[in-house]
């Protein structure tokens, strides 16, 4: 047993030592089941789930909401490069820890120019730049009540001798402190000569008190994003454009994921942008993982034609069953350090805890996220159910959406995808929640408190399986009622 995958120690640990004391049952807690994982080599997330990047799942909504309850979403890429990066900057300006360049105004500036800012909070300095000398706050409590929005802000803003500021330079623990204290709605970071340095607002405490399990990068204190790359012409130019956004994780997107072009982009993005980490895939056997691994990735993407609305192993007579995928790459996988993602097949809890019970790091939902208010597009009803539209990336219908490159290649393209609808799942802030939930019951059944734990277990031979006949899949689902009705969380 490798005792660095554990927290805590044993019973026979723990009452066996000849130091331990009488121990009573407010002496001992037990630990709780962490379903923390790695997505990548270095990108830790809070919850081992990820929103696959189609246009009927992942846009900026859904990234948001997922990264807030511990997961990451991957940004599709059937649009135009400066709309998928605009996506980017939507989910890392939705939080902030320190903000760096606020928006600012001048004491000559009116309420009309601050109407057109449309914050709540506004830094006034002297020259009317972000780095000027603060000299007071205007907030949207300031003017409500104005008729006149002619009026310069130097009339009506606070002045600085009755703000309450930060001193730069100051610790976010720090400055969050101050603000809960001083009960404002934004606090000024100022240099000791009176220069602005940055602002923090309530609106992100807030995020933090309501999200705790948010994955957030440790430095600017923003919300992780993924987004996804097609493997072509025009791959370089849209990785250096999401790079610049402020990207974290790039996928590259394909079908068969071993390729010359594909090593090509994960070589190019290891060299060109180090910061941000590679996905590679997807692909089902060793042998095309290993041409990734060799190549760099840092995580991989694993599954072949297992998706709900994918017709790949029916047109293309190619793919694997998916847990024979994964449980095959994640052995050479756990060899380089990388983490698995199981790409495709995730429609219920129990088929995530399957997935990371053999090898799996990470599951990536899409149809299962589809249903779901974050998800893009609006509900429908169809005999008495709401739903929404789900299509394949690889059906006709995603090829007349988005990316104009795409229509022109629809004509010739072979569909290995269908569209169709799912039914309305609700919020991701309370679907999310359901899962994981499902996987902690899971493991406390499977005996192990985390997916390390499991990991070790799988490979020692210790976690066991069996196959189950027709009649066992039937006797272990609902069966021999004349209705019933299912309800995931209340």
């Known amino acids: 047993m490798d005792e660095s995958l554990y927290d805590g120690v044993s019973a026979q640990q723990l009452f066996c030592n000849k130091d331990s004391n009488g121990l009573t049952f407010d002496d001992v807690i037990s630990l709780d089941v962490d379903v923390a994982t790695n997505l990548t080599k270095s990108v830790k997330l809070s919850a081992p789930i990820v929103s ?12 948001i909401a997922i990264a807030l309850q511990g997961g990451l979403g991957f940004l599709h890429c059937n649009n135009s490069i400066e709309q998928q990066a605009e996506m980017v900057r939507a989910v890392k300006h939705y939080e902030n820890g320190f903000i760096p360049e606020p928006k600012v105004l001048g004491p000559t500036n009116t309420v009309v120019d601050l109407d057109e800012l449309k914050v709540s909070g506004v830094p006034i300095t002297e020259d009317g730049r972000p780095t000027g000398k603060l000299v007071g706050l205007v907030t949207s409590r300031d003017v409500d009540f104005i008729e006149d929005r002619s ?32 009960k404002k709605g934004t606090l000024p970071i100022v240099e000791v000569s009176g220069y602005l340095v940055s602002l923090i607002t309530r609106l992100d405490l807030l995020k933090h008190r309501d999200y705790p399990n948010a994955v957030r990068d440790p430095e600017t204190h923003k919300l992780l994003v993924g987004a996804a790359v097609s493997v ?6 849209r990785i250096d454009a999401l790079a610049a956004a402020g990207a974290d994780v790039i996928a590259l997107d394909a079908r068969q994921g071993d390729s010359a072009a594909q090593i090509e982009l994960v070589k190019y ?11 590679g895939g997807n692909v089902v056997t060793t042998k095309q993982l290993k041409n990734l691994l060799d190549a760099g990735v840092d995580g991989v993407r694993v599954g072949m034609g297992v998706g709900s609305v994918s017709t790949s192993q029916v047109v293309k007579a190619v793919g694997r069953a998916q847990l024979s995928a994964i449980y095959n790459t994640a052995l050479l996988a756990k060899d380089y350090g990388v983490p698995v993602i199981a790409d495709g097949g995730i429609g219920s809890p129990g088929a995530a805890i399957k997935a990371l019970s053999l090898g799996a790091s990470v599951v990536m939902m899409g149809s299962s996220l589809a249903g779901t208010a974050e998800a893009p597009g609006d ?10 539209h789900y299509y394949g990336s690889g059906s006709h219908e995603y090829y007349r959406h988005g990316d104009p490159a795409h229509a022109t290649a629809a004509a010739s393209h072979v569909a290995v995808g269908v569209s169709g609808a799912v039914v309305d799942q609700g919020s991701v802030h309370k679907y999310l929640p359901y899962i994981q ?26 976690l066991r399986f069996e196959r189950r006949t027709v009649s066992a899949q039937k006797e272990g689902g609902v069966h021999d009622l004349f209705t019933y009705s299912k309800q995931l969380y209340a």
């Open 269 to 279: 993005i290891k060299q060109t942008h180090p910061s941000v980490e590679v996905v």
């Open 379 to 388: 509900y429908f009803f169809q005999d008495g159910m709401r739903l929404k």
């Open 232 to 237: 072509n012409e025009q791959a370089k130019p």
């Open 437 to 462: 939930q499902s996987i902690r019951h899971g493991f406390q059944d499977l005996g192990v408190c985390s997916i390390p734990q499991l990991h070790t277990a799988l490979y020692k031979g210790e």
């Open 52 to 63: 696959s990047p189609m246009d009927t799942v992942t846009e900026a909504n859904m990234a």
């Open 151 to 182: 009026v310069s802000l130097s009339t009506i803003m606070v002045p600085l001798e009755q703000l309450v500021v930060g001193t730069f330079p100051i610790s976010l623990e720090k400055a969050n402190k101050v603000l809960k204290e001083a």
